[in-house]
């Protein structure tokens, strides 16, 4: 079920806010695309919940604008911004039953009782609770009531619709299946969404784009994959996904290890100390030092340990004083160039692979 209109546009021009000496957000900008998805991703106080407050309008910025189809909101108050809001605690009415959980917000705005009924039968439809209408929410399991709280926020038809880490109270197995429900019914109704998580899988799993948040800024913000394969710092490097980080020297536009191992990375780098972002799954095992491609840089250490886990099995490697760990698949050929603990591993890592951050 589509919208009958388009999403609007969201627009963050700089907003601050600060309560007291302690500044939670610090010149925040952001721009949403029409029907776009954008995960705002950090770990704990990084300000992610305190941007989709003051989208929400819950939150007053000290400084900056935000505006939705080009229109300021600042001064608006939450109920005429049109915003669904969906939380992690799911928020439903327990006296309620699911369809009147889901025709709330149209009965508010006094709505025709036909126009309510049609519209909850398509939202009990999109959310796959088509025959759920009349039970309560205490009779069904947490995925379901989640649904129901995603149906409720869009029933007021936003403009915008704003999540806040609403899987978090969920089992592993069950935010999994609600992830790709999630992204099912944005997909169907196209609304501009901004989701908050501080889980790294769930924002680069559903996301068009992600934006990374530190300290009460935007870090990096860019597709899941740039993210992963290119991140402009440790701290990105390190908060999504597993990354051990090897010092490199730039010089005279030349990239090289330590030890010496010149590297094939992209031009443009200003000369200085930067770090080696590696990439578990991006390190291969080699029988022999022969076996390299060119460009691709040979990491000899000491293995460690090396753990089964069924179709992958990985590893933690000494390489000049520094752990690294290595994942790949379970295959006969990888275990068989498998040294003994404590003897010498040969890891591989591909040109394409290379990525440099800077030290500091």
Request: some cysteine; hydrophobic content about 40%; glycine content about 8%.
């Amino acid at each position: 079920m589509k919208q009958k209109h388009d999403p609007s546009v969201l627009d963050i021009d700089r907003i601050s806010v600060t309560y007291g000496s302690l500044d939670v957000l610090k010149d925040v900008s952001l721009a949403a695309k029409p029907g776009e998805f954008i995960s705002l991703l950090g770990p704990s106080g990084s300000g992610k919940t305190t941007v989709l407050m003051s989208i929400a309008g819950f939150t007053k910025p000290s400084t900056g604008t935000i505006a939705v189809d080009g229109v300021a909101v600042n001064g608006m108050p939450p109920h005429r911004r049109r915003m669904g809001m969906v939380f992690q605690s799911y928020a439903l009415f327990p006296h309620m039953s699911v369809a009147r959980n889901i025709g709330y917000p149209m009965r508010i705005r006094r709505e025709a009782a036909q126009t309510i009924d049609r519209k909850v039968a398509e939202l009990l439809k999109l959310v796959h609770l088509d025959k759920y209408g009349d039970r309560m929410p205490a009779q069904l399991s947490g995925g379901q009531q989640q649904r129901v709280a995603i149906a409720r926020a869009l029933a007021s038809d936003p403009t915008i619709l704003l999540m806040d880490e609403p899987l978090s109270a969920l089992d592993k197995k069950l935010r999994e299946e609600m992830l790709i429900e999630i992204r099912r019914i944005h997909d169907e109704f196209g609304v501009t969404t901004i989701y908050v998580t501080h889980d790294q899988r769930e924002a680069l799993t559903i996301s068009d784009r992600v934006a990374v948040m530190s300290g009460g800024r935007i870090v990096q913000i860019g597709s899941p994959q740039e993210i992963y394969d290119r991140p402009n710092g440790r701290f990105v490097a390190d908060f999504i996904g597993e990354a051990a980080f090897l010092p490199a020297q730039v010089r005279n536009s030349a990239a090289f290890m330590e030890n010496g191992t010149s590297l094939d990375v992209r031009g443009g780098l200003q000369d200085g100390q930067y770090l080696m972002v590696v990439r578990p799954e991006r390190l291969s095992v080699v029988a022999d030092r022969t076996d390299l491609s060119p460009g691709a840089v040979l990491l000899a250490g000491r293995l460690q340990r090396v753990f089964f886990q069924g179709e992958t099995v990985f590893g933690t490697v000494l390489f000049e004083g520094q752990e690294v760990l290595f994942r790949c698949l379970n295959q006969s050929k990888v275990v068989a160039a498998l040294p003994p603990v404590d003897g010498e591993i040969l890891l591989a890592l591909q040109a394409a692979d290379i990525t440099l951050v800077p030290k500091g």
